[in-house]
């Protein structure tokens, strides 16, 4: 059980460090937020899951406000070290990938 705490901590902080909203949960889930589409919803869903490895699932509208994107991520005790680094990776490359997509 601290395993499962200390890996969903290390997953929120990662990504909170690199700029992301995870907002405040109590749970081993972590929820992060984007702002964007459904289209960027999908491509993002996809771009994790295909080229990433990372499963997680999509939130839209009208579960959240329009514009809104949200990713849960369920940590597990058989989580490592290494896939909480690859999880911020992937999470990065994914933001990075939507903002030159905008620009």
Do not use: M
């Amino acid at each position: 059980r601290e395993k499962v705490w200390n890996t969903a901590h290390a997953l929120r902080d990662g990504l909170s460090n690199i700029g992301f909203n995870v907002g405040k949960s109590e749970s081993p889930i972590t929820p992060v937020y984007f702002s964007g589409s459904i289209d960027v919803a999908r491509r993002t869903l996809i771009t994790l899951r295909e080229e990433h490895n990372i499963f997680c699932s999509g939130v839209i509208y009208p579960v959240v406000p329009k514009g809104t994107i949200l990713f849960r991520l369920v940590s597990t005790a058989n989580h490592s070290e290494e896939d909480i680094s690859d999880t911020i990776a992937a999470f990065s490359a994914v933001k990075a990938q939507e903002v030159q997509r905008i620009s």
